[in-house]
């Protein structure tokens, strides 16, 4: 049994069963182990207390008090797809399940809006609302897997927010149960209000550091047209990434707007065989359109932009069934990027458009540099992609290499204004990256924000800040 010695007394799991006699705890070694870190590769904490999984946010509201009683952290956990370290387990933590809160409350057509538990998958919350006719916009290439919110407390991104924008552009209202077990709405679930500051702006994205979120109300959308899409391939990497710049600043904004560059494309045909993926380009651009109006003129502006900017061929993916051909192999590409060298690590930095080029041309001199292999790809409309960097795991030091280069390319993008995380968090991960993302008056004042939120530190302790 772990005991927790914290600023008032000794705390042990039996002491939380006497004290919170209705809330399921678990502290089997088996348990401790299945929660104590994510898909990163940080380790989290070999001694947690205990795995709390509530069913109601009353029950959060009775845990969270008492942690914050006795000063033990509490780190919130959806289904640990993160890839940053944020749900990690620290010392002592009580690792805080939320997946048994799993219910869908309400989807209304008429305020298209959807109500449900953070425990959700965020594919079935999308399901639901298709039932409805209507559509929830993010679609983290984890929706399958990751919980509703997990995502809101990264504000995931994924292919389509070009168009839609990250979750917290979806996220119209929370219910949240604050450090100190107070349970609070953050606003009305109405469209328009201006009738105080942006709170739900402020805990979407917050890692689990500010508040539990309890209830998410998600905003709908009518459903949009069958997608269909462009594929432009491209005999250089500046063409490419040349087009995907002219194509989201032009009128007609895709639904999605992916990049890979030649070598991603080296990997996919390494890892399957069988697909049909192009040799010999340097470059691959897919533009989709979901418009119901309008999707024809959007396809041949597509093709017409490809072509100026230097495409050697475009081929149509004209039906759904043609288009998820191509973005299944699109959804292959993490998975094959091991093909490359035998080893490789992936990164997630955003940077302004207009640096794409740039940045894209510095990666041969890095991949001399670190003895390594950079390949680019990901969402190049967003200006944020996902650098693999591939490494010969028989050489000694190729690892730590690979991961000095994907530092050194988070750096980079800060150096060119831009972000070392587009869309998967600080967590552990990012955090030597903090003091090169924001001015430190901008960093002063969100750790003051925390401190406001949760003056004992209570919450997700040594993660984002
Ligand atoms: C195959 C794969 C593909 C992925 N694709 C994408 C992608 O396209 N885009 C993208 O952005 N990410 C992607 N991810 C990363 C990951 O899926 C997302 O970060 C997701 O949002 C995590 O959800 P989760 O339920 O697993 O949360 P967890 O990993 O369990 O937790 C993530 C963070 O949320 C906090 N948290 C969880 N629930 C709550 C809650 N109810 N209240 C407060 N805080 C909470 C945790 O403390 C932690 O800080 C991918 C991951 C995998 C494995």
Sequence with gaps: MTTVRTETAAVTTEAMRAALPDLELDDSPATLEAHRTDRSSMPGSDHPLVVARPDSAEQVSALLSYANGHRIPVVPQGTLTGVAGAASASDGAILLDLTRMNRILRVSREDMIAVAQPGVIVSDLAEAAAAEGLFYAPDPASAQIATLGGTVAT????????????????????????????????????????????????????????????????????????????????????????????????????????????????????????????????????????????????????????????????????????LEEVLSVRRRLQPSAKSLRGGSVEGDIGVPRSTLVDFAARMPGLSERFGVTIALGGHAGDGNLHPIVAFDPSDPGAHARAEEALRTLSRLAQEMGGTMSGEHGVGLEKLPFLDTEMAPEALNLQRRIKQLFDPNGILNPGKKF
Excluded at 197 to 218: K, Y
Excluded at 243 to 270: H, K, V, W, Y
Excluded at 289 to 301: K, V
């Design 155 to 322: 504000n995931a991104g994924g292919m389509r927010c070009i168009k839609y924008g990250v979750t917290r552009e979806s996220v119209r209202s929370l219910e949240v149960v604050l450090a100190d077990g107070t349970i609070m709405s953050t606003r009305p679930r109405t469209v328009k209000t201006v009738g105080g500051l942006d709170l739900t702006g402020l805990i979407v994205g917050s890692e689990g550091t500010l508040a539990v979120v309890t209830e998410v109300t998600v905003r709908l959308l009518a459903a949009p047209g069958p997608e269909r899409g462009v594929l432009g391939l491209f005999p250089t990497l500046t063409e490419g990434l040349t087009a995907t710049n002219r194509i989201a600043s032009g009128a007609r904004t895709p639904s999605r707007l992916e990049f890979m560059d030649g070598l991603c494309l080296q990997a996919l045909r390494n890892h399957l065989p069988d697909a049909d993926i192009p040799a010999g380009a340097n470059a691959w651009v897919l533009a989709v359109t979901d418009a119901h109006d309008g999707a024809e003129e959007d396809l041949a502006s597509y093709e017409t932009t490809l072509l100026r900017a230097g495409a050697s061929s475009v081929h149509r993916a004209a039906t759904a069934e043609e």
